[in-house]
């Protein structure tokens, strides 16, 4: 079983749906990376989050620690928003390298 | 503020061949962390550099190894090629180790072995 897993692992969706990728993770963290990665490898970090939630523009990510399990949304979906959504572990605390344990990604295709 | 550049783009190699990846890291960044990313994977942590000295390692075999200079840019070194090193090979900075800092991350090197 991965240390951190996704669902759905594919999403395709209509232009404007509410869209909630899901991340659960079975080891201790320090904190939680969403990440987007679009066609051709470039990864851009969107949320690194220890607690609550936080939000940017049409992006919103939620973590429960107590749960072990963090949410990415996306209102008002666009065509553009179509990559892999990636949750990535940080574990630890303070400095050490562990590095990120990654999830495998969430592919989302939304659809005009 | 100069992003993460990684060169080159792409590469293709054949098997029992070395190669060298370079990282370029976020300006004022000190730390570099590589990681594997194989076809349909999430990214694997290979290794961390921080202030020139290796600062942690994940489950990797010896001949993948690395460099960071004063200018805190990396190289990633793999020898003895294996077909299996196939994959995209990501660097990330960030403003020390801690886990807390966000890590910003270069656009890749997509390996190829043959």
């Known amino acids: 079983k991965n240390e951190v897993e996704q669902s759905p692992q594919n999403l395709t969706a209509q232009e404007g749906e509410f869209i909630t990728i899901n991340c659960s993770y079975s080891v201790g963290i320090s904190a939680l990376h969403w990440l987007q990665q679009h066609p051709g490898g470039g990864i851009v970090s969107l949320f690194m989050?220890?607690?609550g939630k936080k939000k940017h523009g049409r992006l919103i990510a939620t973590i429960n620690i107590q749960e072990k399990h963090s949410s990415l949304h996306i209102t008002a979906s666009h065509p553009r928003d179509s990559a892999v959504y990636i949750c990535a572990a940080a574990r630890g605390v303070g400095g050490g390298a562990d590095g990120l344990t990654f999830g495998k990604g969430t592919h989302l295709i939304i659809q005009p | 503020e100069t992003g993460v550049t990684q060169s080159p783009t792409h590469l293709i190699k054949t098997r029992g061949q070395q190669v060298t990846l370079r990282c370029s890291s976020q300006s004022g960044h000190n730390t570099v962390s590589w990681y594997q990313q194989a076809l349909g994977q999430g990214p694997q942590f290979i290794f961390q550099?921080?202030?020139?000295?290796?600062?942690g390692r994940g489950n990797f075999p010896p001949r993948f190894s690395g460099l960071q200079f004063p200018n805190y840019s990396s190289e990633l070194n793999v020898n003895a090629l294996e077909l299996d090193d196939s994959a995209l090979y990501l660097c990330a900075s960030s403003l020390d180790p801690g886990h807390y800092n966000e890590q910003f991350f270069g656009p890749g090197t997509r390996l190829t072995v043959l």
């Open positions: 550099y921080y202030r020139e000295e290796e600062n």
């Open positions: 989050l220890s607690s």
